[in-house]
């Protein structure tokens, strides 16, 4: 059962969008699929962003985009209800 959002659902899956000149933030508090389709979805209205792919078993989402801060980021996964814990550029 999903813990962040009560949705009740155990599902595991991911959302992605295809990235690349990526960074890697790790999100704390995702635990099912409505929880990767909310930071997701909150994270891919910020402008610039061309690409956000979330990996729920490892807690970590990639974005890609031109232009954008990691306090964006951090201020669109906290508007989904969750906590941006680190950032660091996406491995090439």
Known sequence: ??????????DTSS???ETTGASVY???GMTCG????SVSAEIG???GVTGVSVDLAGGRVT??????SD????AAVERAGYTLASASPAAP
Do not use: F, P
């Open 45 to 47: 209205k910020v402008d």
């Open 26 to 28: 790790t999100v704390g």
């Open 71 to 74: 306090e964006e980021i951090r």
């Open 63 to 68: 974005v890609s985009g031109e232009g954008l």
């Open 1 to 10: 059962m999903c813990t962040a959002c009560a949705c009740g659902t155990g």
């Open 15 to 17: 959302a992605q969008t």
């Open 34 to 37: 409505h929880c990767v389709s």
